[in-house]
Nanobody
Framework: QVHLVESGGGLVQAGGSLRLSCEAS????????MGWYRQTPGNQRVLVAS???????NYVDSVKGRFTISRDNSRNTVYLQMNSLRPEDTAVYYC?????????????????WGQGTQVTVSS
């Protein structure tokens, strides 16, 4: 069993900052790509930022220069530092990770999701 647990969401005024964390736990062999998605009511979940196992980041244009994704492989954790937040950043943020795990002696790869954390930016 593998679990992703997110933390760090909340309410912040426009221009403020938040830092999201997502820790993976369980029978983990290795963690490949990690990322953050967000979803607003009535819309699909969309990618915000991702980071490879080697640490190369990728961002959607709307957050470039404001958000920073990073990972701590020793802690199986991915972070999203969000600065200069805007009301349009308001959404539920989900972490996502492709994880190789071992279950009953069998090694397999699967994409896991966190439970989501609400980020609300007031104007």
């Amino acid at each position: 069993q593998v679990h992703l647990v997110e933390s760090g969401g909340g309410l912040v005024q426009a221009g403020g900052s938040l830092r999201l964390s997502c820790e993976a736990s369980g029978s983990i062999v290795s963690i490949l790509g990690m990322g953050w998605y967000r979803q607003t009511p009535g819309n699909q979940r969309v990618l915000v930022a991702s980071i490879t196992s080697g640490g190369s980041p990728n961002y959607v244009d709307s957050v470039k220069g404001r958000f920073t994704i990073s990972r701590d492989n020793s802690r199986n954790t991915v972070y999203l530092q969000m600065n200069s937040l805007r009301p349009e950043d308001t959404a539920v943020y989900y972490c996502n990770s492709e994880i190789v795990s071992r279950t009953m002696g069998r090694v397999s790869s699967y994409t896991y999701w966190g439970q989501g954390t609400q980020v609300t930016v007031s104007s």
